[in-house]
């Protein structure tokens, strides 16, 4: 069965950009989570998603959002881009039920310039 | 605010030996994950814990969970070269409803021959 693809692989973009990555997730999982991995700050949780409905997010600024589709696929854009936000950028799925874990993809790795 | 505290978060062993790698959480949670990562991978999904003494075993890496003390351990045992990467636990805020996980800094695990 099919993983968690995350498009694009790379991206490098100048300061002020925008970007917008996008996941999808495992044939019927219907939870998709974002997280931003630096080497300084390490995994760090962005948002969380469910039937298209954000359920929880975590600290990061209003520059970072995200969204759902019908389809359970999810995107997450990023304004106004800082040379900070240079980081891998993973995203999981999770099926339903206590024991299932976050399957993770292979991330986007955004380059800020 | 949930916090994950790891240690050791650097360690470098012989084959043939064996260590354990400590996971403190601050907050009730009802899930303890661990993770593998190697260099420039994503995040490869080991074990998913339940509940207060579970134990589980997947070749030479045991991981045990203590809901009372907030504690989760990954035991190596008799490590070998391919066991090298950076372990992960997380844990996600317990009350249901929303996901995400926190994640500790990560264990970077060396063995050397």
């Known amino acids: 069965k099919a993983g968690v693809t995350q498009t694009p692989r790379y991206l490098i973009k100048t300061r002020g950009q925008q970007v917008t990555l996008s996941c999808s997730p495992i044939?019927?999982?219907?939870?998709v989570s974002w997280y931003q991995q630096t080497p300084g700050q390490g995994l760090q949780f962005l948002f969380e998603y469910f039937s298209e409905t954000q359920r929880n997010k975590g600290n990061f600024p209003g520059r970072f959002s995200g969204r759902q589709f019908s389809n359970s696929r999810s995107e997450m854009n990023v304004s106004t881009l800082e040379l900070g936000d240079s980081a891998l950028y993973l995203c999981a799925s999770r099926g339903q039920g206590a024991s299932y874990g976050y399957t993770f993809g292979s991330g986007t790795r955004l380059t800020v310039v | 605010e949930l916090k994950v505290e790891q240690n050791p978060l650097f360690l470098s062993m012989q084959e043939g030996k064996n260590y354990t790698i400590y996971c403190n959480y601050s907050t009730t949670s009802d899930r303890l994950y661990w993770y593998r990562q190697d260099p420039g991978k994503s995040l490869e999904s080991l074990f998913v814990?339940?509940?207060?003494?579970a134990v589980k075993q997947e070749g030479r890496l045991m991981a045990s969970l203590d809901t009372k003390a907030r504690l989760s351990t990954l035991h190596i045992t008799a490590a070998v070269h391919d066991l090298s990467a950076t372990y992960f636990c997380?844990?996600?805020?317990?009350?249901?409803?929303?996901?995400?996980?926190?994640f500790g800094k990560g264990t970077h695990l060396i063995i050397q021959p």
């Open positions: 997380a844990v996600t805020y317990s009350g249901g409803g929303a996901d995400g996980l926190t």
């Open positions: 814990l339940l509940s207060n003494g």
């Open positions: 044939s019927g999982h219907r939870s």
